[in-house]
């Protein structure tokens, strides 16, 4: 089944704690991206990448830190939480070669920083 | 990049046909206009993308006007499990190109 999968689902952590989000798609494509999704202000982008070793910022790219070394995983890392990145966290990717360029989205890591 | 308008919330009843509209006077003549819906806290569904013809699909029908300015997505038999936040999201086919959400509008399927 073709799939967006993230790890961990729920977590609670504490203020300065590293932690990664594990974000997976089984589909090949080449565009990911990370989304923090707060009440009142909606879906923004953190980071995305158009191919493996392609990064770039979007719109709240600030505490925040991704890698892509392989076409299939876009971990999102957290160097020291901080109780404002307490947030809903979606990971998404697209096919860039078959020209679609919809959106699959993985069902959400919702993240507490205490 | 172009700003949208929609409604903020609308209701329908069950069975009916749903009719969204989205505003998007602003939009350029390389911007496709792409709609996903929102569960709850779910994941952004895609539901259907198109440039200047109408399209439809198995989840929904879009009707753009002819100037471009505006669109309306259709959902032909609106069940319960259509309850959603739905964006309309004007993109540019680039994969170096982000994908805006607004706020969507809030849509109530009523039995």
């Known amino acids: 089944e073709a799939q967006v999968t993230q790890n961990p689902r729920y977590l609670i952590t504490v203020t300065g704690k590293k932690l990664t989000v594990t974000c997976s798609q089984n589909?090949?494509?080449?565009?990911m991206s990370w989304y923090r999704q707060d009440p009142g202000l909606g879906l923004r982008q953190i980071y995305y990448?158009?191919?493996?070793?392609?990064?770039d910022k979007g719109d709240v790219p600030e505490g925040y830190k991704v890698s892509r070394k392989e076409k299939r995983n876009f971990p999102l890392i957290l160097e020291s939480p901080s109780p404002n990145q307490t947030s809903l966290y979606f990971c998404?990717?697209?096919?860039?070669?078959?020209?679609?360029?919809?959106?699959?989205f993985g069902p959400g890591t919702r993240l507490t920083v205490t | 990049d172009a700003k949208t308008t929609q409604p903020p919330s609308m209701d329908c009843a069950e069975g009916r046909a749903a009719n969204l509209p989205c505003n998007h006077s602003?939009?350029?003549?390389?911007?496709?206009v792409y709609w996903y819906r929102q569960i709850h806290s779910q994941g952004p569904q895609y539901i259907i993308h198109?440039?200047?013809n109408n399209e439809t699909n198995e989840m929904a029908s879009l009707i753009i006007t002819e100037d471009r300015k505006s669109s309306t997505l259709i959902l032909p038999h609106a069940t319960l499990r259509d309850t959603a936040v739905y964006y309309c999201?004007?993109?540019?086919?680039?994969?170096?190109?982000?994908?805006?959400f607004g706020s969507g509008t809030r849509l109530s399927i009523r039995p």
């Open positions: 589909m090949n494509h080449e565009y």
């Open positions: 998404a990717s697209s096919s860039v070669a078959s020209g679609s360029y919809e959106q699959y």
């Open positions: 990448s158009m191919n493996v070793e392609v990064t």
């Open positions: 198109g440039l200047k």
């Open positions: 602003t939009i350029s003549g390389n911007e496709y």
């Open positions: 999201i004007p993109h540019r086919r680039s994969s170096a190109s982000k994908i805006i």
